[in-house]
């Protein structure tokens, strides 16, 4: 990679990160989003990574999604995952309060490097549109946890489509 690719890289990362962290602060996308984790096992940079490159009017295949899961399915579940339920269960705990908070800090840092994960899986086009809706749908049912077009239509909801 040459330094021209690595600067580009990091100019999409800081671009999807800083709209994923948007969409974020939003009360209702944050609870819907962590409601379908916990309901679907949505992994819900992934979602909000398909839904960013349909904003930008790129259009993912089944092959893209499959080297999306593929490039992202270790870090998930051996760092994410296991940060969140270390988290999770301290929760009740007063005595594990800073631990509780170091852990939520950590596990920002390894949504970070999942972003990064993400945008290193695709080659990433120039944005051709803004907000375009079908295009966001689309990418949305290529995950398996959106499947189903109702769960899929308030995933879209929440990003304002």
Known sequence: MIKGDMTLVSDLLEEFWGWAVAQYQDEQVRQGLIELQETSGLIVLEAMFLAWLGHRGQVIGEEDQQRIRQAITPWVSGVVLPLRRLRQAWTDVPSMTANRLHL????????????????DALHIEEQVSDMSTPDVDRNLARLPELKDAVTRARVSDMFGL
Do not use: Q, Y
């Open 104 to 119: 939520l800090g950590l596990e920002l840092e390894a949504e970070r490097v999942l972003a990064k994960l993400l945008i």
